[in-house]
């Protein structure tokens, strides 16, 4: 207990001790634990409601247990980025602070305790983060609620404490291969092959298997009382097939796409970028499989959206409350949106890190000759390179699901086209997203870094 509470005094040391150029980092960090803390405390109130309870917002989507679930499980799922962003912040901080963490080497501190002090910043910041908005949820709640139950405010509760111990969680998963050495040099060790994605993607179809034999089974004994009952199975199993399937398509593209290069490109800036692509296509597929999933939610929501709306203005029953279809399609928006930029903020932090990580290498390659704009321009190629065709077919599979639904309506005319346009836009964002590191770029390859290689 009290190796624990050393390392907790001298997290709040440094991070009470960084400089203007390290604030951001914690910033980004608070920022992401305000969102989960908001996603959660929303998530687990919701969850306190039982049965038909009016809601005088959201023109009645919370009022009942179906249409609240869904909500509940849309929340959930937005904190699974949140929480890898901040596993990006963690890396990126352990990076920028090498010097100071090559000294408590030297003070005698050993690798996993410098994780330990690296991820406990990292739940300061969230623990700021958390408390921020919990003032702020608990102000609104009274607002608009007189009397809150006594499990709404257990759950705040729980929520409040719990996002910063997850988000210090994610950042001791996040620096497993990050080990500080007492010279100042910070590197990963055992890069990923890519073979736990493909583990995950075997067992997510195994369970829809099992899923499938369960309910051919009860299918063939006439029992549909218990056909929904591979439900849950079903629906994890789905989850992690396509969550793990862009992870392997991304680092897939990458590889592929970085030795198709390095044996034939002749502008230096691609040959950089095969390079690096060709040593380490698993860098960024967490990132990318996120931006993959994105282009496809995205893609399919735009269909989707534009066939149920005109559905509903097609039948009069459902136009006069179509302010109840409205106010669900909007919610899901803004839950994409929210996903989305979470994960071009994870985009750009992952940049950073990996411009972070190599800046001994690219101050070398500065100082044999390479010009900073041909840097420049690799380092947007490495991000350019592999997503052009992942987002593509990404953008393919969602505008195909688009057409199938808005055919499969009936009396709906009107096709989807405008799903099209999903893919190009978050091609756009995410070179906008990797751009916002150029300015590091240019003081990451100061010449000043070799001397602590």
Known sequence: MSTLANDLRLALLL????????????????????????????????????????????????????????????LLFLLFPVLGFLGQCTRVGAVHRDRRLAGLRLAGASAGQVRRIAALEAGVACLAGSLVTTVAFVVFLLSEWQSPTVPAWIVIALVALGVPVLGAVASVLALRRVVASPLGWVRRVTPSTGRGPGWVFLGAVALLVVAALVAVANTSRNMPDHSGGQAPLTFCGALLAVGAGAVLLSGTVSKLTGRLLAARAENPAVLIAAERLR?????????????????????????????????????????????FYVTGLNFTAAAILVGFAVTLFGLAVGTAESLATRRRGLAAQVAAGVPQNVLGRALLLETALPLAPSVLVAGAGGTAIAFMYATAMDGVSILPFGALLVPVGVYGACLLAAATSLPLLRRTVRPGELRYT
């Open 279 to 323: 040593d380490d296509p698993w860098a960024a597929a967490r990132t990318h499989a996120a931006v993959i999933m994105g282009a496809v939610v995205g893609s399919g929501y735009i269909g989707v959206r534009q066939a149920l709306l005109a559905e509903v203005s097609s039948q009069k029953y459902l136009a006069e409350n179509d302010d």
């Open 15 to 74: 991070t009470r001790g960084s400089d203007r150029r390290e604030w951001w980092r914690v910033t980004l960090t608070g920022l992401g634990a305000a969102l989960a803390t908001a996603f959660g405390m929303a998530a687990g109130v919701l969850a306190t409601l039982k049965g038909h309870h009016p809601v005088d917002m959201a023109a009645g989507l919370l009022d009942n247990p179906g249409e609240r679930s869904g909500v509940i499980v849309t």
